[in-house]
């Protein structure tokens, strides 16, 4: 799966090149990549947007974005220099066909007509067809074109395909790279390395001996500046059906035939197509949804969701799904998918709680094994064993970890998830994004919990700002003999 080497010569196009995500994300990830010198000389980066700008002008925000989203260690004055030297602006509704694509063309014209061109669509999805329509009329779109599809993909399963459907017409599906951020950090891939490079693991992994599998993404921000779409997604579209549900499907996905793109995707999407239906009456009794209160968070109040909102909302800010798949791989294991905003702690992690030993040697004085693999922060893995107290009087166990870093061999940082995946899309290496039918099989499945919860079949819970997360989800875990990781003795 490694591609570290220098692309070839490349033109990225952003729509939407003035935004949130390019600032924060997509700008530090080209300099990055530049930094570490897979970026080659002659490549370019050509933001778009509505708003009126000169090319200077636009390169001041650029490098305003470098200065505050940049790790310090990674600034470096003339490269920041030598990177914005490759950034031009065109002033352009994508949605438009009378505005100014020729501005966009002279631009592409000075690169030879086989030059790489990856067109990132970091807009709002409403707007992806009409964008590729236009750069089909005005012949854009080559041989070596490239799009990436920034999410949400759809609300539903009937939006998801028309948006499929919309880009589909003037790009082929080889062409179209849905991003999915989480397939992009190390650490997720990680859990193709823990489970299929290391026997110990392989040997174990399945209903036999696991017991159960927690993959919970908690964070302990709010929904900050981005409340208008969030109170329309919610914590189950905007995390469970894309990022954790890519998470669950590599944990159980059954070993590929290797790592190449499309058998990891066909290994990945039977999960999602096993995972056995929850319908609509079920809902109350196989999720859980929150919203939450005031609180308190590192000793300062803050406030609940409907005070940052302004307004009344059903929107869920916390979701807990228990997923079984039918595999005889996973034959009546629980999975539990957890996310939260305004949780204690930022934390995205696996928890594999395995089966009690079965020896009768030690009463009933044995724990679960359990794998915490932990996607970030503190990325790495721990292992949690029994051992022997060596404290008690008799033969007492007690848990004992042996833990492990993610972390690069040479020091550096761990590369953040847009770095790879921005260049695997100018490489034409998709494996790390979600293909069609994965987008859609996910849909489906997440769906009668969304319109069970629309037509309030299901009670919302509350929880306090800067807590884990609702009592609800406490008693929710115990129905099926489980604790919540933070709950756990340790
Ligand atoms: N921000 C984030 O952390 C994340 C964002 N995303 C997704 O990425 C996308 C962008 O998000 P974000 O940057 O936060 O959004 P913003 O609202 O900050 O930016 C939207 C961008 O789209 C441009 N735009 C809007 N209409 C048009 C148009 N008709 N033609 C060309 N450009 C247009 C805007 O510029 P102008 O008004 O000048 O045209 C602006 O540059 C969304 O789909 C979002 O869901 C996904 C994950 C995380
Ligand atoms: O896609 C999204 O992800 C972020 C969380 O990403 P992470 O890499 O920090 O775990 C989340 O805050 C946001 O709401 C969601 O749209």
Known sequence: MAHSQQTAPFDYVIFGATGDL??????????????????????RIIGTARSSLSRDEYIARAREALENFLP?????????????????????????????WDDLKAVLDQSPADRIRVFYYSTAPQLFEAISENLHRF??????????????????????????????????????FRIDHYLGKETVQDIIALRFANPIFSAVWSAEHIQSIQITAAETVGVEGRAAYYDTSGALRDMIQNHLLQVLSLCAMEPPADLEADSV????????KALRPIPEDKVASETVRAQYVKGELKGKPVPGYLE??????????YAVMRAYIDTPRWKDVPFYIRTAKRSTKKVSEVIVTFKKSASSLFGTSAASDRLVIRLQPDEGFGL?????????????????SMTGKFAPADGSLIPDSYERLMLDAVRGYPALFIRRDEVEAAWAWVEPTLKAWAANKAPMAHYAAGSYGPEEARRFIATTGDAWHEDMAH
């Open 308 to 317: 940052e909102l302004g307004d009344e909302s059903h929107t869920e800010t």
């Open 22 to 43: 390019t600032m924060r994300k997509l700008l530090p990830a080209l300099y990055n990549q530049l930094r570490v010198g897979h970026v080659p000389e002659e490549a």
């Open 384 to 400: 949690a064993l029994n051992i022997k107290n060596p404290a008690a009087a008799g033969f007492d166990l007690q848990h004992g």
């Open 139 to 176: 012949g854009f779109i080559t041989p070596q074109s490239r799009v990436v599809l920034e999410k949400p993909i759809g609300t539903d399963s009937a939006s998801a395909k028309a948006i499929n459907d919309g880009v589909s017409r003037f790009f082929e599906e080889n062409q179209i």
């Open 265 to 272: 995707r066909d290994a990945k999407v039977n999960v999602l």
């Open 72 to 100: 310090e260690q990674h600034k470096n004055a003339e490269l920041i220099e030598r990177f914005l030297k490759k950034v031009h602006y065109v002033t352009l509704d994508g949605t438009k066909s009378d505005h100014n």
